[in-house]
């Protein structure tokens, strides 16, 4: 199952992020999803453009790779996320992939401390 979702700003200036889940058991199938956050109109072209010449293969090459069974026995879940950061006023910004990076946990902890008065 792939979907593709169009997101609102990200807090983390976020641009896209491209999730892969493995299946959990012999009927659940794998599954792709893409989401992609709007970005300010200032740096946008710039994206658009850096992702068109050198990130869009960046991205192909790692949906290709999830076909290889190698990769996909070590970890069931991959993730590819594409930010923006150091924005400048001519309308240029830094683009920084990560892949894998590890999920942050938003669950609270099971035992917390006892607040005292």
Sequence with gaps: MTTLAYCGPSDVHR?????YRGPRKRVQPHSLSLSLNAVPS??????????????LARLADWIIQLT??????????????LFYDAVTE?????????????????RLPRFRGKVRP
Excluded: Y
């Design 15 to 19: 641009v896209l992020s491209a999730d």
């Design 42 to 55: 200032s740096i946008c072209h710039h994206i658009v453009q850096t992702f068109e010449q050198d990130l």
């Design 68 to 81: 290889d069974q190698k990769t996909l026995n070590s970890q069931m879940d991959h993730r590819f996320e």
């Design 90 to 106: 001519e309308g240029r910004c830094q683009l920084v992939v990560r892949v894998d990076d590890p999920r942050k946990q938003w």
